[in-house]
């Protein structure tokens, strides 16, 4: 290289690295000392070497205020350095990796547009250190850039951009394969290689692509395994190893393999207790500790068993708990404590204690506020406020107060419209505004709003269409079609219009299918298949196609029965076993076969007594009882049993009183408690 050229090539490095230094925000402040900087800069540097040390036990212990404070003074002396001398990589790849642990802090605390940029100026100085005087970038500089990548990445997933974080996982993994196949025995890449496989697995699982996210979680999972072998002791290995434990199982969960996903995510539990009682002021591991007892409640309650969910539940609340206090200003712990808040109120609710579960969904609604404010233009807690007003939607319509849930459900709508209009293109934001309208729909149709109900679905329904248009692969999104479908025919159906009724169905069932095919293993799938299924039989049945409803609810009965038998465990598959039998049982009834109508509401009443009796706090299987008694005394009725008619009835009643002395305010226990009262004194006259 000529003299000239050499001259050009340093000030063209100078500006890129001034250029840099603008993205960050700090051009003014830096070249002004640097005028004023001496040459002798080991001490500065050896200085922010230490803040940066210290922000990392400080964000150890869980105060991300004085690990931000850290970070910023090394940000500030390193950004001196590297105005003084733009060709040192050294203070380069200083800079870049502080930038890089600002961007971490302000991800706690919610600030998505702050560390967003901070991880794009560490991005910008490290592909500058990657081009440096046009040599080949060492694996310290490539896995600078791979992190950045992945930083960068994981803002994007926060903000919804699915596609441009698996973009970036893809570039980032490319990276780590490279680095790892060049070095196998090096334990630090090949750990990386691990996480960026996680990384695209994490991605491929909230788009509903469960056979590939496996592949990418078993790819992580297998490396973890070989490392922690070789290091039995290390107490990152064995963390790292829970970790792939847990990812393994949330797509077994996914699948509604419950029994399988519990007994890893049990494993994974057992490995960060044994880390918690080593170090207990490890606030990183504790906040692992509390996730695991949230992933087991979550299969526990899938699997019916609500008392020992809701121990689970309280366990990870009460370290939630302590870390948000520990740390006020820690947005990712105060938004882990609003997640417990809404997780106990779900289960709360189902055992039918709706007082407790509205105060559960109110103090996760406050904390929302709370961040929401904080930080105005945060997406995440913006769509965590919309969760929040969707779940007392839901309290206020068991409550009876429509109004109320009506209310809360347009302000939710709202929220996610404001979204939208800022990103239109952010897809996820489009989603969460469709899931809007189903909850506004839900609550006209309870209103008896039935054409304003439908023209909402309709509306959540183009959202979804336009949705699976862009991209056919998003295997969530068909799903979000299909229960458009669902619940347009429903509404159609309760219009009796049988004809668009089936046709929604049927286009819901085809989905189903095309679903289904794409990963026979996922009983999801295959439950949503059944479901579809029963809509159709309901639709013939009023047709007076009964030998056709028969086939569907049969249909519906042997892909249910496959998945309890494939997991016994599952008790939201056995409670549509009872369903099954039940509106088997009504077809059989108009088909005037009323031997085998009584077995099928017999085995039903058998089935829902056999749920119940596992957790008696369940109200919804309690209810489920009731239901059977119902459907049985009416058979008795039709064939002039009265008295058998009379002792169902009131077993129902028994049931249904129980239930709304537990929540008074329960509009829909109300009314069937009524039901109950009026059918026994028909009877008694």
């Not at 009983?523 to 049945?541: E, P």
Request: hydrophobic fraction near 40%; charged fraction near 25%; charge should be neutral.
């Amino acid at each position: 290289m000529s003299l000239l050229g050499y001259r050009d090539f340093h000030k063209e490095k100078a500006w890129r690295v001034a250029a840099a230094l603008a993205l960050l925000g700090m051009i003014s402040s830096t070249c002004a000392l640097a005028q004023n900087a001496g040459s002798d800069r080991g001490e500065e540097r050896d200085g922010a070497i230490t803040l940066l040390q210290r922000g990392t036990g400080d964000v150890t212990r869980g105060d991300s205020s004085a690990a931000l404070r850290s970070y910023r003074e090394a940000q500030d002396l390193l950004a001196r350095l590297v105005a003084e001398a733009p060709g040192s990589r050294q203070r380069q790849r200083d800079l870049s990796v502080a930038q890089e642990k600002i961007g971490d802090v302000l991800v706690a605390q919610g600030d998505l547009a702050g560390a967003l940029k901070s991880y794009e100026g560490s991005l910008a100085l490290a592909e500058l250190l990657s081009e440096a005087d046009n040599r080949a970038a060492d694996a310290h500089v490539e896995a600078d850039l791979s992190i950045s990548r992945e930083k960068i990445g994981d803002v994007l997933v926060a903000q919804g951009n699915l596609g441009g974080a698996l973009t970036g996982y893809r570039t980032a993994h490319a990276i780590r394969d490279r680095l790892a196949r060049a070095d196998p025995d090096n334990a630090s890449l090949q750990r990386d290689l691990s996480v960026a496989h996680n990384k695209i697995g994490d991605v491929l699982l909230l788009q509903g692509s469960l056979a590939e996210a496996l592949a990418s979680y078993s790819a992580s999972h297998a490396i973890r395994g070989r490392l922690l072998q070789s290091d039995p002791e290390n107490p990152e290995r064995q963390r790292d190893f829970s970790v792939s434990l847990e990812r393994t199982s949330d797509v077994l969960r996914a699948r509604g393999n419950f029994a399988e996903a519990l007994a890893s995510y049990r494993a994974a539990h057992a490995i960060r207790e044994r880390l918690v009682k080593v170090d207990p002021e490890n606030a990183g591991w504790q906040r692992d500790f509390s996730v695991s007892y949230d992933r087991i409640g979550d299969v526990l309650v899938a699997q019916g068993s609500l008392a020992e969910a809701l121990a689970a539940y309280k366990a990870g609340f009460g370290i939630a708990e302590r870390l948000a206090k520990a740390d006020p200003r820690n947005a990712g712990w105060q938004r882990d404590l609003s997640v417990s808040y809404d997780k106990i109120g779900d289960l709360l609710g189902t055992q039918g204690k709706s007082s407790e579960a509205l105060a559960s969904y109110r103090a996760a609604f406050a904390i929302r506020e709370q961040l929401a404010k904080a930080d105005p233009g945060n997406a995440v807690w913006l769509q965590d406020i919309n969760s929040s007003l969707r779940r007392l939607a839901g309290a206020a319509i068991s409550n009876g107060n429509l109004t109320l849930a009506l209310s809360n459900m347009r302000r939710g709508q709202e929220t996610m419209e404001r979204l939208t209009r800022a990103d239109p293109r952010n897809a996820s934001w489009q989603r969460d505004l469709s899931l809007a309208h189903d909850g506004i729909g839900d609550v006209l149709v309870a209103q008896g709003n039935l054409p304003e109900a439908l023209a909402t679905y309709r509306s959540s329904h183009a959202l979804r269409y336009r949705l699976t248009k862009t991209a056919p692969s998003n295997l969530v999104w068909q799903r979000d079609l299909m229960i458009s479908h669902i619940k347009i025919g429903s509404v159609l159906r309760q219009q009796n219009d049988l004809s668009s009724a089936l046709t929604s169905y049927q286009a819901a069932h085809a989905i189903a299918l095309k679903l289904a095919e794409t990963d026979p293993d996922n009983g999801g799938w295959r439950h949503d298949v059944a479901v579809a299924k029963s809509c159709i039989g309901d639709v013939l049945s009023a047709q007076g196609e009964l030998e056709g409803a028969l086939v569907q609810h049969w249909g519906h009965y042997d892909i249910v029965s496959s998945l309890t038998n494939a997991d016994p465990s599952n008790a939201q598959w056995r409670s549509h076993l009872s369903v099954a039998h039940m509106k088997m049982g009504d077809v059989l009834r108009e088909k005037g076969d009323l031997s085998a109508a009584l077995a099928s509401y017999a085995t039903a009443l058998a089935e829902a007594m056999h749920l119940a009796g596992q957790d008696p706090d369940n109200s919804v299987w309690q209810r489920d009882v009731a239901v059977s008694h119902a459907k049985l005394a009416s058979l008795y009725q039709r064939s002039g049993e009265r008295e058998r008619a009379l002792q169902a009835l009131r077993d129902g009643r028994v049931i249904m009183q129980r239930l709304v002395g537990l929540s008074p305010g329960h509009a829909g226990w109300s009314r069937d408690l009524s039901w109950f009262d009026r059918q026994i004194a028909a009877q008694e006259k």
